[in-house]
């Protein structure tokens, strides 16, 4: 038994949840991966999947397995590489998770030179503004913004941007720009429904805190849409400077009660609880701090330094 091919097989298996699919993956017939399994298993002396005509279960014994099969991959991969001594030499895929909005304005864009920088390497963007489950999609690493409290995963912030209330010169020219917090009660506010949104606005300014219940006819779920409400005049918005980039260099959108401030947002590497961050996944969050860097003169996102918080965030 080649015990380090098993390994990567049950990985493979107990990641993808079924014979078939690791085949798949794999590019082996079912067959073999199967009778990898069953070996492994039995050099071991203990069931590490526990089989129905539905699905495999790892059992106690295969989910620790797991967990050490999976770090002695990743630590395997990470000698080859310093063995080699050049990141240009990353292979294979990462996979990604990041929110619709901001992959589709600072990501992606800038994909053609991550690609360049790695040839032998391919990404895979999972794109959702809810937070995916890292371990059972396969994820490697994800970009999540706001509030990570009740996160059990790994996780390093690489950025904080600013928010603002933002729309457009055409709903200002007809419904007049509000001067102080409480006169947003008499404007239209598009409400975003998902975590860190919602109808409560709070500011301050000079030690005053102030929190607004604002009213809107539009709620939306996911942050295109709250871009193109407001680029449709529909109302105004708070959104991170992230989200309106482009228009803000151009005047198609507009800043209000720049006096006031919001709270920050912050953006986050976050990684499976239990792995060490893979080569891959650590060269795709440096590229993402880079490209915050170039975009910094414009939206003000303001990189973390080097090394700054890094933890395991545990539930609160």
């Known amino acids: 038994m080649d015990r380090f091919a098993s390994f990567d097989t049950f ?174 009660m008499a404007h239209e506010a598009i409400v975003y429904s998902r975590g860190g949104g919602g109808a409560n606005w709070s500011f301050q300014r000079e030690g005053i805190d102030v929190s607004v219940a604002v009213h809107g006819r539009v709620t939306v779920s996911v942050s295109e849409g709250v871009r193109a409400a407001v680029l449709a005049g529909v109302g105004l918005a708070i959104a991170s400077e992230w989200m309106f980039s482009p228009e803000l260099a151009s005047g198609e959108v507009r800043r209000v009660l720049t006096d006031w401030s919001l709270p920050s947002i912050d953006l986050w590497a976050v990684y499976p609880a239990g792995r060490m961050a893979t080569a891959r996944a650590r060269a795709f969050v440096e590229f993402v701090r880079e490209s915050l860097d170039v975009d910094d003169g414009q939206v003000n996102a303001a990189p973390a330094p080097q090394g700054a918080v890094a933890a395991v965030l545990r539930p609160s």
């Open 11 to 184: 990985v493979t298996v107990y990641e993808t949840g079924s014979f078939s699919a690791a085949a798949r993956k794999l590019a082996v017939g079912q067959p073999a991966v199967s009778k990898s399994v069953a070996l492994l298993e039995s050099h071991l002396g203990t069931r590490l999947l526990t089989r129905s005509s539905r699905k495999l279960v790892p059992t106690e014994a295969g989910h620790r397995f797991y967990m050490h099969a999976r770090q002695a991959i990743e630590a395997a991969a990470a000698a080859e590489l310093a063995a080699r001594g050049s990141a240009a030499n990353l292979r294979g895929q990462v996979s990604v998770s990041a929110a619709t909005t901001f992959a589709r304005l600072h990501i992606i864009p800038r994909l053609p030179l991550f690609l360049a920088q790695h040839p032998e390497l391919s990404v895979d963007i999972q794109l959702d503004d809810g937070n995916v489950d890292l371990f059972a999609e396969g994820v490697e690493v994800a970009l999540r913004m706001g509030d990570l409290a009740d996160s059990g995963l790994t996780a390093q912030r690489i950025a904080r941007g600013r928010r603002a209330v933002v729309g457009t010169p055409a709903y200002f020219e007809v419904r007049g720009e509000p001067r102080v917090p409480q006169e947003l």
